[in-house]
């Protein structure tokens, strides 16, 4: 079983650019389907980005795509979301999520493992 935590969230202006990132204990993320998700105040949780196991198959949210950037570490303990001109509307608490699935899925409900969130606030 892996437990992650994510890192890097913060106050920016608007169009200034953040690092999140997600990092495991218990075991490596190697295998697990990763993704990130937020939730802004009185909103549904929505899907960002996700990659898939192997790291070949990545997945963006259309409000995100062009913005940002999954990636992993080569030593497979972390994952980390880049994340560049960034909005107001970009203002929500990230979760990372992982997931013993093939392939990427922007349904949480595939996600069995999920951090405790990172505040992002961008100011207009």
């Known amino acids: 079983q892996v437990q992650v935590a994510e890192s890097g969230g913060g106050l920016v202006q608007a169009g200034g650019s953040l690092r999140l990132s997600c990092a495991a204990s218990g075991r490596t993320l190697s295998g697990y389907s990763m993704g990130w998700f937020r939730q802004a105040p009185g909103k549904e949780r929505e899907f960002v980005a996700a990659m898939s196991g192997c790291g070949e198959v990545i997945r963006y949210a259309d409000s995100v795509k062009g913005r940002s950037i999954i990636s992993r570490d080569n030593a497979k303990t972390t994952v980390h979301l880049q994340m560049n001109s960034l909005k107001p509307e970009d203002t929500a608490v990230y979760y990372c999520?992982?997931?013993?699935?093939?392939?990427?899925?922007?349904?949480?409900?595939?996600?069995?493992?999920w951090g405790q969130g990172t505040q992002v606030t961008v100011s207009a």
């Open positions: 999520a992982a997931g013993s699935f093939y392939g990427v899925s922007s349904l949480s409900s595939n996600y069995a493992y």
